[in-house]
């Protein structure tokens, strides 16, 4: 597996190192490379744009998931996490003298190292994982942006206040210098797709459904930016009863869509399902009149912290719901589960289109 992975480490490294250097691949999850300042020799660097990134990470997580005998441990985990945030990809050759420079540099780029003999460092020189494939020095961490961080320490108050424990090692989420967020005109595409599809599984809960060519009239845009999955649900005439239910439940997922657009004030604590009627006069009303507006998105920051309050939020409902114990908070596990989807996708989690979203928790 490390002769593989060094393959396709190979392309991207210095052809020729200098005297003394070390080959080092540095892998970073922000969005622009601070300048590499420090004595080096630049090999390739490439970004989420090279389409030939993907299958390398993919190869990377694959080495990390199969080393130390393939038992998955926290510190594995979380280099994994690490790996699938990564947007850059640089291999350098540094001369040992510089080796401070270029950890320097990976704390100002949030990234991690993988080196020759296969262990793998944190930006302060600790190994990640060692030559073999094993935990490294229990000091050793996963980066994360100092944004990310400060932003974890409000939520955890907020939760607090509210007497929900989550465990302070809950890592943070993607944040400020990381995030690629969705556009104004993606997020409402999909906003109206998902209106139709919710539409649709609502009426068939009744005595008489609407008819999808009646919504195809009434709402063309919105038929313009369905998912595979939302065709299929469209496309029977008789859907199963559990695939209804689904769909009825993106009604939440909607609410948290038209949040991010600014067309609803506020997200309401996740303890109730949300006001059906309301958020369907929205969309009433965005379709036929407003469509041409143009939609204007909520800033970051406050989308990535909703992320991270609803992250948390998710790992207690979901937690008490495995032990079977009281939900904390009357947190409503379902509403968390459509938010945490739309949160995710709009932060683009994993790079997933909206069927493959994972929320992980």
Known sequence: ??????????????????????????????????????????????????????????????????????????????????????????????????????????????????????????????????????????????????????RKARTDALLAQRQIAVPADLPPVVSDPELRLRTPEEVLRRMLALFAVTIRAESLTGEQPIAVADLQQRFPPAFAGLTERERDFLAKDAPPADEVTQFLWRYEAILELQWALGLQEALPFPDAICDVAAISSTVIERATDGLRKQPVMRSGAEVLDALDLHYRLHWASRQALLKKTAVPAGLNDSVLQERHHALNWLVRFEDRDWDDVDTPT
């Open 1 to 150: 597996m490390f002769k593989r992975l060094k393959q396709l480490l190979s392309p991207a490294m210095p052809s020729v190192p200098q005297g003394d250097q070390i080959l080092v691949n540095a892998y970073a999850t922000v969005a622009e490379l601070p300048p590499r300042d420090f004595p080096h020799t630049t090999g390739a660097a490439r970004s989420l744009a090279d389409p030939a990134l993907a299958p390398h990470l993919n190869g990377f997580m694959h080495h990390v998931a199969d080393a130390g005998n393939g038992q998955m441990t926290r510190t594995r985990y979380h280099v994994i996490r690490h790996i699938q945030r990564v947007q850059q990809h640089v291999s350098l050759a540094v001369a040992p003298a510089d080796m401070p420079g270029l950890l320097a540099w990976m704390e100002m780029a949030n990234a991690i190292a993988f080196m020759p003999d296969g262990s793998v460092l944190d930006p302060h020189g600790r190994a990640l994982l060692n030559a073999g494939g094993a935990d490294g020095e229990p000091q050793a961490a996963v980066p994360y942006p100092p944004a990310a961080w400060a």
